[in-house]
């Protein structure tokens, strides 16, 4: 989403006669977009705006983007003096406006109001990738996890028209992307304003049928949120990817009520049921969070339990981190940070022997691959499955990128904890 981000500003930039320079040293004006979602990566902004300051007696202007200037709004300049603009993204609606301020040397413009019900669409976006495309569908979150800064960093849920979604998938197709990723909190939350009032197993349909999109995929999805219609819809068109990624956090009800996440394990475990009895097989992938206040050694085990029942393709997992705003900070019974590690640890040891098992099942099999690159010291491309599987293969053809943005079928023959290895087939 923060990608995405960037690039809507860039374009947005570029279509007011701005240019794109390598490296902070020749550039003009600095933009840092930034994610507040762990402290970790708050952290870092903090150590890079340090880096940036030796380079502002050269008359470069500073602004600061994303969830950390929300959060921390004008204290940024106390902070980091040398920074002119702190916006949060449910600004950059005005970004053409502030920045005719910076223009016109004003040194302190903020944009930290996320009083809008507008998402921020431009169609000056500058796509980096030339075959696969993200669309926001929806902005901001309207549930409120314990843990979770975002409702107070990207404001309240607001969708966009599926007029609008759809043209810009029609756009995308004519201008030869062949991959659109539909972008969201919350995606299954999506809700048309508009008279049609299409919901997100509509859309998904629709945004599939678009000539020219050979694969839609879509993140992320709030369990509550997830109804069988989703299902329903991808099994209906290939077009939509065999893969749904649907974050549990917590394998324990209890741990998941206190997180506030309006689900049990068991409602969860009905809806990987859904998917596990679908027509197709899907890849599920999930994000996690050790450590959470009150977590016992049982409710962790009931977490590394579920691994073993769900049998996940690939997961996200993080240590809790303490968020300012949230309902968690609040609460009783921390974690000490070596236990959180200790969790983590074991945890990706277990996911990794499962992924080592799921993966070794694929050889032999011919997957369908979008070619994104070449690996020209180890003589292979960079493929990825329609299950979001890194598949690099061995073809033919050995120059250039003259595979780049082509479908091909590929034969798996190694495997590993992250990703396969193969060679391409002419038959599928
Ligand atoms: N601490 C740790 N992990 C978090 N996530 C969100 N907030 C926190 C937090 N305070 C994780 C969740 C979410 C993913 C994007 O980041 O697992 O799904
Ligand atoms: Fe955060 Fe929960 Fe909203 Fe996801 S659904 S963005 S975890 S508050």
């Known amino acids: 989403m923060n990608v995405h981000d960037s690039e809507?500003?860039?374009?947005?930039?570029?279509?007011?006669?701005?240019?794109?320079?390598?490296?902070?040293?020749?550039?003009?004006?600095?933009?840092?977009?930034?994610?507040?979602?762990?402290?970790?990566?708050?952290?870092?902004?903090?150590?890079?705006?340090?880096?940036?300051?030796?380079?502002?007696?050269?008359?470069?202007?500073?602004?600061?983007?994303?969830?950390?200037?929300?959060?921390?709004g004008e204290k940024i300049f106390d902070r980091a003096p040398h920074v002119s603009l702190v916006a949060g993204s449910a600004s950059y609606t005005r970004l053409g406006e502030m920045l005719v301020q910076l223009e016109s040397g004003n040194r302190r413009v903020t944009g930290l109001s996320l009083d809008t019900d507008e998402t921020f669409d431009t169609p000056f976006t500058r796509r980096d990738n030339p075959h696969r495309a993200y669309i926001t569908i929806i902005e901001g979150c309207d549930k409120s996890c314990a843990y979770c800064v975002v409702p107070f960093t990207r404001g309240p849920e607001r969708s966009r028209?599926?007029?609008?979604?759809?043209?810009?998938?029609?756009?995308?197709?004519?201008?030869?992307?062949?991959?659109?990723?539909?972008?969201?909190q919350n995606v299954n939350s999506y809700r048309d304003p508009?008279?049609?009032?299409?919901?997100?197993?509509?859309?998904?349909?629709?945004?599939?049928?678009?000539?020219g999109i050979r694969r839609v995929r879509y993140t992320t999805s709030h369990p509550r949120d997830f109804v069988r219609a989703i299902v329903d819809a991808m099994d209906e068109n290939e077009v939509l990817c065999d893969h749904v990624h649907l974050p549990v956090q917590s394998g324990s009800s209890k741990v998941l009520a206190s997180m506030d996440r309006l689900y049990t394990r068991d409602e969860y475990m009905r809806r990987i049921e859904w998917i596990r009895n679908a027509r197709r097989r899907y890849s599920i992938t999930t994000d996690i969070i050790v450590g959470f206040p009150g977590e016992t050694p049982e409710d962790f085990q009931a977490t590394l339990d579920l691994l073993d029942e769900v049998q996940y393709d690939s997961l996200f997992s993080f240590k809790y981190s303490p968020r300012p705003n949230t309902a968690a900070l609040a609460m009783g019974d921390k974690i000490a940070e070596e236990e959180k590690q200790q969790r983590l640890l074991i945890l990706q040891e277990k996911q990794r022997a499962i992924q080592i098992r799921r993966n070794a099942d694929l050889i032999g099999s011919v997957q369908e691959v979008l070619v994104e690159g070449r690996h020209q010291a180890l003589g292979q491309w960079i493929g990825r499955t329609s299950s979001n599987r890194t598949l690099n293969f061995t073809h033919s053809e050995t120059g250039g990128g003259a595979l780049i943005g082509k479908y091909l079928p590929v034969r798996v023959t190694r495997s590993g904890p992250n990703s396969l290895v193969g060679e391409s087939v002419t038959v599928v």
């Open 161 to 184: 028209t599926s007029e609008s979604v759809m043209s810009e998938a029609r756009r995308l197709a004519e201008q030869g992307f062949t991959e659109i990723q539909l972008l969201g």
């Open 194 to 211: 508009s008279p049609a009032r299409w919901d997100f197993a509509m859309l998904l349909r629709r945004v599939a049928d678009v000539p």
């Open 8 to 72: 809507k500003v860039i374009g947005t930039l570029m279509a007011q006669g701005y240019s794109q320079v390598e490296t902070p040293e020749t550039a003009g004006l600095v933009l840092y977009n930034t994610c507040s979602i762990r402290d970790k990566a708050e952290q870092k902004v903090f150590s890079r705006l340090q880096n940036f300051k030796r380079e502002a007696g050269k008359g470069k202007i500073f602004g600061v983007l994303g969830c950390v200037a929300q959060q921390e």
